[in-house]
């Protein structure tokens, strides 16, 4: 009953004809060589079987079944070790990895459209993938030239998978509370010790070997956050040759009973004086990780998108199909009992919503995946900082709004079965509690909001988002459609980003009291500019395909109609301020 | 893990202080000789005794162990048989009931408070005592002397329990598609037929009959929603001497797999021919069922309120206890490691914004409660009706805001939690699981919208919501505190109503399209109606014991300033109308 369809026609509306990500490229020199449009649209093509016809099928025996735990193996659901054999031999783990050691080397326009549909069809399956993705970012951007030559190969290839330690049980948001220790050994190695838990993949039965990133702390570490040193500690040790060699005490002591995502091997894992390779410079493990961490967390926020395209696709083909009712401006299928409920105004309600939040989203993903690109291949160094700089504010935009809006959108998809939604048989309701974890993971969205108000709008005097105000503005001036009111959205932004700018200073609860509030205003403003992209390229279009670019025009309408006046109570919640958030002590709560 | 603890002083504030609920007693006549203020309190504190020591120590392994289907019968989870036969022994299921039928005729008032206690406990034990209650509503309110007689003492009882069997697989919200049929016999009896789907406790092994109200068309009924009648059909047939008499032909099928109330069974029910009784008039069922069904709305509105109030106890204990980082003003706990994050302004938000929504629910269901026991009880026809007139506005709205707010609660209670959150181990995610369904059955809430909107405000040329307006406004202008966010509120409320009954003739679709929405505005002017009279009470009483009274200041001040503003995005959205809605055709979602 669960069937996904990659939406290729709209991932390439947007990368095509939305950002023309072929002309990007082209200018490129390292992505020239690689990719253009014709290649693009046929990973995309191979992508969307591989995720429709391969992995969707998987999902809901996947979440039936879930991971048995047993004697210190985890064995994944029926399925899964096969469909990962064909994944891994199409290449898909390494399909941003570097080309020095064996990835492919893609750009992450085209990764975050691949992720997408990896998410729409199983985020169990997903994850196993994107952590070891995301584990070779931070190996390829850190680590020694032994250590990449060593460990990228197998891991983009996907023989081996890679996995991320940080959370230990006192200490999730607050990372400088770990207790995980490293013993300098005399032939340069370390020794680890410690528990982690919520570890992602920390074992599996899908690969020959499983290279965990631990956080953990040198003797004589200075205290808090700025003594974490980040390290390499593989499953079984790897001789000289390639070959593993010993087990190393690195093991799982039990797996978790969760919500969702019950396909992935959430797992507490004890090391017990494990051999580890210091991954970087001793006491700067937590920047290092941020490499992998900011991959991941658009790869997170992503879910959110994959989760509520899938659970939009199931909702619209239900509402075309069930009959209920008849509609308020008369029958519509008079020649039926009643009408299809996609002709009653809150149906559509709900399913323009999710649209309008999904392919805003999307637009907004490849947005920064275009940035990340520029910031990693552009010859100018000018260019690569201003991308740079825009990935740093956008990226916790895009892991907090995608998955606020997945949620939104996946209960939507659900309500719109009506009771049909909250049994299994549709799987409408496990996208919700599948999606529901993207929240929380890889720094809860609260988490990110803090980070984008705090660290991105505020530390910096504003300059980032000066810079994406500005990139805004000029597009406004000649956006055929929608121009006031993308305007007017970008001033209540920059409005209430200056008014906070002139009261954070003496009001020191100000930002963790408005952040979460601040981050959705932000998101909708972005979204806002991508709607006005995406309807300023239908309008030139839509001589070519009619039916398909008015519909673009049509969701651009609703979302600047209903969606964007959230940004109304947003704005003055936000400057009602902190002060109503303290006036009852810890007791009285 | 899962503890829960009956917010006895919150309730009795609500009753007592805030509504003065023993002075309308007392004026009652026939509430006057049943309850007092005492008799209140002791049935408050007995009621909190049964739901939090009896039942809520169920909830974690029923909803492991979930309600096992075989051969035709249900067995529920371990200890919900001792449970009910303790619980019905208390006389809990007939609380609210006609005393000439052995009910204990306890005013709504106090029955919406013990609902709330039985919902935090544990939904699906909730639902075979609020089903059997609301089918006892319907059968004292329409059923023949005679099968009042044979079937409410035994109802009340909890020796049996009710059922209501509306939907079939092709007729949810539109009733008037049922197939089931009735057959009349010479003897006065009917035959039952059909098959209906998503009946509460269909069947289960608490009771020793199973009594369904079955909603069916009689041979030559009108079509639709006119040729519908309602039939009490006994799962065993009763003797003249109430004893138990052969087995009817009403057989359970198979039951659900849901995403939560899994200790609820959901059944399929085929009845073969089985024999039933007309309740009420031929062909007014739908009427005759309304009875039970605005009842169950309230309860299971109630249901939101109770989930959120369990999340909100679990996460506010919680806050106060996980360390994590320090505060943003400086150090709370200087000789720990870091901070409860109680300290932190985001954690603060999301409990505040469970509270205020949790409290303010109360509020308004003890205020729909006392509309209830004036409809019911008041010596003049005309307060009767102005009462009547209340229950049928507030109703849907306390159905849906109270479940929306209930999901964004358990949601939020949740992600307190972070990634702890998600796991099993401490009920959380359970609770996000079983708050779900109250926003999908007893009518989704977009069809409460519809009802809120289409039939209760713009059908009866806005009188009904005129009466609520007056007396909001006639209290805001005493008030001692909010009264300008108060009247703002409510001014928003009128012109958006004005302007919809200024449009609605002339565009179909424009209720469908907005209704949630307005149903939204329209439940956040309600509680900030009962936030300003918690307000002014708590400023009243402020001398008697500071603490909780300034707590509830506190949180009326958080609700005012950070809440309320939502209703900006939702006027503006409103009146974007449905034009946005309709510009793309059934093919192109």
Same mark, same amino acid.
């Given at each position: 009953m669960t069937t996904y369809t990659a939406p290729l026609r709209d991932m390439r509306f947007v990368l095509h004809d939305v950002f023309n990500a072929p002309a990007l490229w082209a200018r490129l020199p390292a992505l020239a060589e690689r990719i253009d449009a014709e290649t693009a649209d046929a990973i995309l093509e191979e992508a969307a079987k591989v995720t429709s016809q391969l992995i969707a099928p998987l999902s809901r025996n996947g979440d039936e079944q879930g991971v048995h735990f047993e004697a210190g193996t985890v064995t994944t659901p029926y399925g899964f070790r096969e469909a990962w054999h064909i994944y891994r031999e199409g290449g898909w783990v390494g399909l941003g990895g570097n080309p020095e050691h064996g990835g492919m080397g893609m750009p992450k326009m085209l990764g975050v459209l691949f992720e997408e549909m990896l998410y729409a069809a199983d985020c169990s399956f997903s994850l196993y993938s994107a952590l070891s993705a995301g584990s070779c970012l931070a190996i390829d951007a850190h680590a020694s030239e032994a250590l990449k030559a060593t460990y990228l190969p197998p891991l983009y290839e996907g023989r081996w998978a890679g996995t991320m330690c940080l959370t230990e049980p006192h200490a999730g948001t607050d990372l400088g509370l770990i207790r995980s220790r490293a013993e300098p050994q005399a032939? $340069? +190695?370390y020794r680890? +010790?410690?528990s982690k838990i919520f570890i992602t993949g920390g074992e599996q039965d899908l690969t020959e070997n499983i290279i965990h990133l631990v956080l953990a702390k040198l003797p004589d570490a200075p205290a808090g956050a700025k003594g974490i040193s980040l390290f390499l500690v593989p499953k079984y040790l =790897? &001789? *000289?040759? $390639?070959?593993?060699?010993?087990r190393n005490p690195a093991h799982c002591g039990s797996i978790e009973h969760k919500m969702g995502i019950k396909a992935s091997a959430t797992c507490v894992m004890n090391f017990d004086g494990a051999v580890g /390779?210091? =991954? $970087? &410079?001793?006491n700067k493990g937590l920047a290092a990780m941020f490499t992998m961490m900011n991959y991941e967390r658009l790869s997170i926020g992503i879910q959110g998108i994959g989760c509520a395209e899938a659970s939009y696709q199931s909702a619209a083909r239900y509402a075309n199909e069930r009959l209920q009712s008849r509609a308020a401006s008369g029958p519509q299928a008079k020649d039926k009992a009643a009408d299809p409920i996609i002709h009653h105004g809150d149906v559509r309600r709900m399913l323009l919503t999710m649209r309008t939040l999904t392919e805003g989203g999307r637009a907004f993903a490849a947005y920064v995946g275009q940035q990340l690109d520029l910031a990693r291949y552009a010859e100018? *160094?000018? &260019?690569? &900082?201003h991308a740079q700089r825009l990935v740093a504010l956008l990226t916790p935009v895009a892991k907090a709004f995608?998955?606020?809006?997945?949620?939104? +959108?996946? =209960?939507?998809? #659900? #309500? =719109? /079965? $009506?009771?049909?939604g909250y049994i299994r048989e549709w799987g409408q309701e496990q996208r919700v509690r599948d999606v529901r974890i993207a929240q929380i993971y890889e720094g809860t969205n609260g988490i990110q909001a803090l980070d984008l108000l705090g660290r991105k709008v505020l530390a910096d005097g504003g300059q980032a988002l000066a810079s994406f105000a500005a990139e805004v503005r000029a597009f406004s001036l000649d956006a055929p459609l929608h121009r006031e009111a993308l305007q007017a959205s970008l001033a209540r932004l920059e409005a209430t980003s200056a008014w906070l700018r002139s009261r954070a200073g003496q009001e020191p609860n100000l930002v963790s009291a408005v952040a979460v509030e601040y981050l959705q205003l932000f998101?909708?403003?972005a979204y806002a500019y991508m709607w006005a992209r995406m309807a300023a390229t239908a309008l030139a279009k839509r001589d070519e395909d009619g039916a398909f670019h008015e519909a673009k025009l049509a969701c651009a309408e609703f979302y600047f109609q209903r969606v964007l006046p959230r940004g109304l109570g947003l704005e003055a919640s936000i400057r009602a301020g902190s002060g109503s958030l303290y006036g009852m002590s810890a007791e009285q709560f």
């Open positions: 032939d $340069g +190695s680890i +010790s410690g =790897v &001789e *000289a040759d $390639g070959s593993l060699g010993r /390779y210091l =991954v $970087g &410079e001793p100018d *160094a000018g &260019e690569r &900082e995608f998955t606020d809006n997945g949620l939104e +959108s996946c =209960v939507l998809g #659900q #309500q =719109v /079965y $009506g009771g049909h998101g909708l403003t």
